[in-house]
């Protein structure tokens, strides 16, 4: 089962910042699970909110800012007691980054509340420019996005990103179009949706799971991975089960 950095180390260190994507690769994470939104002058920029308020020290909406503006902000607001300045990275300095690493990548397209032009060719673009083609895969709340996504890289791995209400038939619901995962809110997890994921192939990257209940039930449930904002721990507990079971 897969250890997914949910907006890399988020528990411990600033989300969606460099310093958190380099804490998760050093606590041995999987993956690294990050969101992508677009500034007013068409960058792609690594940040969860539509809005700047809850994360940095700015006010407003991403895409009303252009990115020379965004990166005065600092995105280490909620840590620290905002001494230590953390900018909001760009989607290219990120994969130029991860393209050195040897981990994968979970990129969600943040287009569920506001579609930004072109998002998936500009993600795309960057993917390409730094030969990340399979080292990453695509979630979304905005199904049209994936399924956009998927014209772009027709070989491309597809979570189907749902809150805690799910979707009803949900495996066989991704297989027909075309989406690898399923990536459900673990408080609205059944174990019957589980089970018919399994049976259409589909697997399960289940969020948030900061709960050792939720850990432990998903990995006898054989789910794919956990997104988890303490990946450390899920690792370390992971690997604890896995040396029991040699």
């Known amino acids: 089962m897969k250890v997914i950095a949910h907006r890399g180390y988020s528990g411990k260190y600033p989300e969606n910042t460099m310093l958190a994507f380099q804490k998760a690769a050093e606590a ?37 800012y252009t990115f020379e503006e965004l990166r005065k902000l600092n995105a280490a607001k909620l840590f620290y007691g905002g001494t230590v300045f953390e900018p909001v990275p760009s989607f290219n300095e990120y994969c130029r980054w991860a393209a050195g690493c040897g981990m994968s990548t979970n990129i969600e397209i943040k287009t569920g509340i506001y579609y930004y032009r072109d998002i998936e060719e500009k993600i795309a673009e960057i993917i ?48 027909s179009g075309g989406f690898a995962y399923y ?20 697997g399960i990257n289940a969020w948030t799971i900061n709960d050792m209940g939720d850990l432990e039930r998903l990995y006898e449930k054989k789910c794919a991975g956990v997104i988890t904002n303490y990946p450390e721990v899920c690792r370390a507990w992971i690997d604890c089960r896995e040396r029991k079971m040699l």
């Open 28 to 64: 041995g994470c999987d993956e690294i699970e990050l969101d992508v939104q677009v500034t007013k002058d068409g960058v792609a920029v690594v940040i969860h909110d539509e809005t700047l308020d809850r994360t940095t020290d700015g006010s407003g909406a991403v895409r009303d």
């Open 183 to 202: 990536h459900p809110d673990v408080k609205g997890l059944t174990d019957e949706t589980i089970e018919e994921c399994h049976r259409e192939g589909i």
């Open 128 to 175: 390409r420019k730094y030969h990340l083609e399979e080292k990453v895969m695509f979630s979304s709340f905005n199904h049209i996005s994936l399924a956009k996504i998927k014209q772009i890289f027709p070989q491309a791995k597809c979570g189907v990103l749902v809150d805690d209400k799910g979707i009803g038939n949900a495996g066989y619901y991704c297989k």
